[in-house]
């Protein structure tokens, strides 16, 4: 381990050591990269992301309550509507006569579980997508959860759900960024090909795949406004993988509650994004897509002027860049380090305004010479992959202002 990296755990190692957390020196030190070893990252993050106080002595009671609270998420939203095996010895209150399955009442309980089994479908297909060139959500977790696997209760799991379910699906329509989307509903037959190519697991076991699905299921039943949008797998996917990876045990093994009320924390900050309704408005995608480029006309009027004449819009690309805060334009351990600079700026996502920019001045010779096909192919499929560079750059772009 160099000496510089050294230092730089110990700088953490000082700052998280204080009773109460001095926040903008945390900030300060996460902006340039937060090292990995020692669980650093993963607890900066719940800090950054509010998740965590800054008082030190209130972290084992908070994260105790919330925990236990992820837990009652559990049993209300998976266990009890998931319709428990009758051998349970519980007389089976979910087929009384007001609620049996063709009850046509809005508000039955088997009509909220099939309407559920839309968003589910939906997140299933997304979840299991995640981050293909990676075995990692493939794998197995070491901590399944065992609310749900125990094997005296046989509850029904999202994937057997999804497995058992023929579900009126909705077509899926496709959205502003040329990604599908759920904005529509009309029947539509699912194949069930997809579900066979992975391998299943065996019971007892289950993929860190299916614990992303679950925090994001939870995440659309109790928020119903927004429910799920796709690419909110992307947003959840890093968070978790940290989170997992924590070198910590104590903490790894409720990677997946605390990847719930952390992502809950960063989606209230950048939901509005997901929100078709807000679009044009002050905090929708539209505006800070604009911001972009107005960002890019101070910065680099030639660039900005060559763009505009070839007609390349902002949301031809930032669309995404910005939705899905970068996540799918680098690798995922470059999308970690440039969370960390995004977490920890302190005015939020205007940093991510200046990389975005950063990103495009960085091709500005290739941008300048293309033609609008050429130049979309390089904003749809981003050639540079040093995110140090990009980063390095954006600072500079925020230093001039």
């Known amino acids: 381990m160099s000496r510089l990296h050294q230092s730089r755990i110990a700088d953490f190692q000082e700052v998280l050591g204080e009773p109460t957390v001095a926040l903008a020196k945390l900030r ?5 990269g937060i090292p990995f070893d020692g669980g650093l990252r993963c ?19 908070l994260l105790k309550k919330q925990r236990d609270l992820y837990s009652q998420f559990l049993k209300e939203m998976i266990i009890q509507p998931g319709i428990a095996k009758a051998n349970l010895g519980v007389s089976r209150e979910d087929v009384t006569l007001e609620d049996h399955p063709l009850n046509p009442n809005p508000d039955s309980r088997w009509n909220t579980y099939f309407k559920d089994n839309e968003v589910l479908l939906q997140i299933d297909k997304d979840v299991r997508r995640l981050y293909p060139d990676m075995a990692f959500f493939q794998r197995p977790t070491d901590y399944p959860c065992l609310l749900i696997l125990d094997p005296q209760n046989e509850f029904e799991t999202l994937r057997k759900r999804v497995e058992q379910t023929t579900l009126k699906s909705q077509t899926v329509a496709r959205n502003r960024s040329g990604v599908t989307n759920v904005r529509s509903s009309s029947p539509l037959k699912t194949t069930s090909n997809s579900l066979s190519e992975y391998e299943v697991l065996p019971n ?5 795949w299916e614990v ?44 997946e ?6 992502f809950t924390n960063l989606m209230a900050e950048i939901r509005d994004n997901f929100i078709k309704s ?3 408005s002050q905090c929708g995608i539209t505006y800070k897509m604009e911001k972009v480029y107005s960002t890019l006309k101070e910065k680099d009027v030639e660039l900005y002027l060559k763009l505009q004449e070839q007609n390349i819009k902002p949301q031809f690309f930032a669309f995404r860049w910005l939705t899905l805060l970068l996540s799918q334009e680098f690798l995922l351990p470059d999308v970690i380090r440039i969370w960390d600079s995004l977490f920890a700026d302190d005015k939020r996502f205007d940093f991510l305004l200046l990389v975005c920019c950063a990103m495009l001045t960085l091709i500005r010779d290739q941008l ?29 772009l925020q230093d001039s202002k």
């Not at 939870?218 to 996917?237: C, D, F, R, S, T």
């Not at 300048?368 to 600072?395: C, W």
């Open 28 to 32: 300060d030190l996460c902006f340039s």
């Open 43 to 61: 607890l900066c993050w719940k800090i950054l992301l509010n998740y965590l106080p800054l008082e030190k002595a209130l972290w084992s009671s």
């Open 204 to 208: 007892g076991c289950e993929a860190h």
């Open 212 to 255: 992303v699905e679950r925090i994001l299921f939870i995440y659309a039943k109790l928020n119903p406004g927004i429910a799920y949008v796709q690419g909110m797998n992307e947003i959840v996917g890093p968070l978790y993988y940290t989170f997992a990876t924590d070198p910590n045990s104590e903490w790894k093994e409720h990677a």
């Open 257 to 262: 509650a605390d990847t719930f009320f952390c």
């Open 278 to 280: 807000l679009d044009d």
């Open 368 to 396: 300048l010479e293309g033609d609008f096909t050429l130049n979309m192919r390089l904003l749809q499929d981003y050639p540079i992959s040093d995110v140090h560079l990009i980063l390095k750059k954006a600072k500079e």
